[in-house]
């Protein structure tokens, strides 16, 4: 049986790199709501008149948007929140012309891009890559951002890789992915060999998947099986349980702990539908903390609840070359081990 590094003693220590970039992602987390306050999602789209016509773009931008500094329309420009003519734009110095089209999107979060730390890494060799993932991380790349999303901190990391597991060129395959606000493990694949037998083994129902969840309330039963078709509406793009029509969607809940008006559960998932746990659990009366898109509070007993409290803890499946059993397990984050003592203290 193979161990994760989560489950050993480290073997190396912190290079003072990957200290600086737990010490970010650390920043994101605490001040989020604070240091991105004066930034909301929102999207600008302009078409370039004549007048403008041979202006630099980040110099074009800033004129006729009044609210994005050139500083910070670089940045943008950087992580890859702007579009020109319906593709993603990173060179500040382009020529606009009349009749372009520019886009540019805002996601709300932190300007500083995510890098993958030593600690981070949960299981690592040829075949694999297992991550802890940060909560407020996009998994792939959005319209927003590029730079920075869980897809291309792994690409970096491959392609600056020189230990024995590094390839010349990355082969990455995204195996599964998790909302932005979720936290915990999450395969990749980063061998070819790896690629087909992993999507079978998901396709297949061999991975097993485990997360922890804090909700509002107080579920019906000790434990519960749910069983039901999901499928998205197109006025509110939510999920939600349908009788016809729809994907099938299996989701096991189990009470760890019962609170006076919240519940810590483990949650395991024999389906990866979009959404599914947030879902289940808030058509059971018992919506996830923090998840106000499916009906979660944002704070509780007036203390803020800065994102959906949902945690990916464990994976464990057979390794896609060597047939031996990999089991990973993420520790829980700062922020939700943080709500959970301040729940206990009051209970």
Excluded at 9 to 27: G, R, T
Excluded at 238 to 258: L, P
């Amino acid at each position: 049986m193979l161990l994760c590094q989560s489950s050993i003693p480290k073997l190396l220590a912190l290079h003072s790199h990957d200290i600086m970039v737990k010490l970010q992602v650390n920043l994101w987390l605490i001040f989020f709501r604070y240091i991105m306050a004066d930034v909301t999602r929102k999207t600008y789209r302009r078409c370039v008149d004549a007048s403008h016509s041979g202006m630099r773009l980040d110099q074009y931008l800033p004129a006729v948007e009044p609210e994005l500094s050139r500083t910070f329309l670089r940045k943008i420009i950087d992580i890859g929140g702007v579009s020109h003519n319906g593709r993603r734009i990173r060179k500040c110095g382009v020529d606009v012309v009349c009749g372009d089209v520019l886009e540019v999107t805002l996601d709300g979060l932190p300007l500083i891009p995510y890098r993958v730390a030593a600690d981070d890494i949960l299981y690592q060799d040829q075949y694999l890559l297992v991550l802890s993932k940060p909560p407020l991380v996009e998994t792939q790349p959005t319209a927003a951002r590029y730079k920075g999303t869980l897809y291309e901190a792994v690409l970096t990391l491959l392609g600056t890789d020189h230990s024995r597991h590094a390839q010349r060129k990355p082969e990455l395959g995204m195996i599964q992915r998790l909302d932005r606000e979720t936290s915990g493990a999450i395969l990749f694949s980063t061998h070819v060999r790896a690629h087909r037998p992993l999507t079978q083994a998901f396709s297949e129902r061999r991975v097993e998947k485990s997360y922890l969840a804090l909700v509002a309330g107080q579920p019906p039963t000790a434990e519960r099986e749910i069983v039901s078709n999901l499928a998205r509406t197109r006025d509110a793009n939510r999920v939600k349980s349908v009788s016809y029509g729809g994907k099938e969607a299996v989701t096991h809940y189990r009470v760890i702990e019962q609170f006076a008006d919240t519940a810590l559960l483990e949650v395991k998932i024999l389906t990866g539908r979009s959404h599914q746990i947030r879902v289940h659990l808030s058509e059971t009366g018992c919506p996830i903390l923090g998840d106000s898109f499916y009906g979660g509070a944002v704070a509780w007993h007036e203390q803020d609840v800065p994102r959906t409290m949902l945690h990916s803890q464990t994976l464990a499946l057979a390794h896609p070359v060597s047939g031996e059993m990999l089991n990973c397990t993420a520790p829980i984050p700062a922020d939700m081990s943080d709500l959970l003592r301040k729940i206990r203290a009051l209970t």
